[in-house]
């Protein structure tokens, strides 16, 4: 495996985990701390996460389908 290769599972796993998590939070993971830290209502924190979301899946769909992907 090259480095590049390895770099791209790598980014690719970060965003599956932050996708991940953010999906739990709009489903209804409780974050009442999280979003005192944030200062945010539970409605645009959940607004905010599916923009996230939907740019995370943008990022590995791009990954996927770059040149360098195995």
Do not use: N
């Amino acid at each position: 495996m090259t480095s590049k290769m390895i770099a791209l599972r790598i980014l690719d796993g970060i965003f599956v985990a932050g996708t991940g998590l953010l999906l739990l939070i709009v489903a209804g993971l409780p974050v009442d701390g999280m979003l005192a830290l944030l200062e945010m209502s539970l409605r645009e924190f959940q607004a905010f996460a599916l923009f996230v979301i939907f740019s995370c899946l943008l990022l590995i769909h791009a990954i996927a389908t770059s040149d360098s992907a195995p």
